[in-house]
């Protein structure tokens, strides 16, 4: 089964504060993606990577920025936490290339933002 | 530009019955995937059923199954027997046949909260 993890399942920060979002997966996927969930918006894309050191902006990559140093590893960052960044962030990983490209999502993180 | 739109933010269904969700899109492609996924209270979204638009044949997994109507733009999901576990948020998702550029990401719709009644 395909596992993709994330690092902490709730986390409180400070705004001002720079903040990691760790999100691993054990399938050897070429795609890793960052979205961010709030009720009655749905899911919106941040950024994802194809590639490892490739990264693509998505929808709302405003106030975010991403790194993928090794394939099973995509962090999200965000530089300087604010009030409305507080949310749902949801990592997701798929095969990449050609064909249904299942998209294999991690628990999520819920980031309350003071 | 490609859109997702779930009508339906909630619904309701006694247990045991049948529940149909919807779902419309709009795109220019003849060949494309359509997602559902479903997302339990606190738990991680999972992958319910998907269909390649070239398939005429609806796609049936256990009591989920997709009434697709191409030339509608419609990818509705049944749940049927529904069951206390079938109680999530169902989105319903559309990708392209080819990832190629930064505009073959999945697009997702909003979502139907879906409440099983014991």
């Known amino acids: 089964d395909v596992k993709v993890t994330q690092s902490s399942r709730y986390l409180v920060k400070r705004t001002g504060e720079k903040v990691f979002l760790e999100c691993v997966q054990d399938?050897?996927?070429?795609?890793m993606f960052w979205y961010r969930q709030d009720p009655g918006l749905g899911l919106r894309l941040i950024y994802f990577?194809?590639?490892?050191?490739?990264?693509e902006k998505g929808d709302i990559p405003e106030g975010y920025s991403v790194s993928r140093e090794k394939k099973e590893r995509f962090s999200l960052i965000l530089e300087s936490a604010s009030t409305n960044q507080t949310s749902m962030y949801l990592c997701?990983?798929?095969?990449?290339?050609?064909?249904?490209?299942?998209?294999?999502f991690g628990p999520g993180t819920r980031l309350t933002v003071l | 530009a490609q859109t997702v739109t779930q009508s339906q933010p909630e619904m309701s269904v006694q247990e045991a019955e049948t529940v149909t969700l919807s779902c419309t899109y709009d795109t220019s492609e003849s060949d494309y995937y359509l997602f559902w996924y479903k997302q339990p209270p606190s738990r991680q979204m999972i992958l319910v059923i998907r269909q390649e638009a070239y398939k005429q044949q609806n796609a049936t997994e256990n009591r989920f199954s997709v009434n697709f109507q191409k030339a509608a733009k419609s990818f509705s999901l049944k749940i049927s027997d529904s069951q206390l576990g079938d109680a999530a948020m169902y989105f319903c998702?559309?990708?392209?046949?080819?990832?190629?550029?930064?505009?073959?990401?999945?697009?997702f719709g909003k979502g139907t909260r879906l409440h099983i009644l014991p």
């Open positions: 990577s194809y590639d490892v050191k490739m990264k």
């Open positions: 997701a990983s798929s095969s990449g290339g050609e064909g249904t490209d299942t998209q294999y």
């Open positions: 998702a559309y990708r392209r046949e080819r990832w190629q550029s930064a505009d073959d990401k999945i697009i």
């Open positions: 399938m050897d996927h070429e795609n």
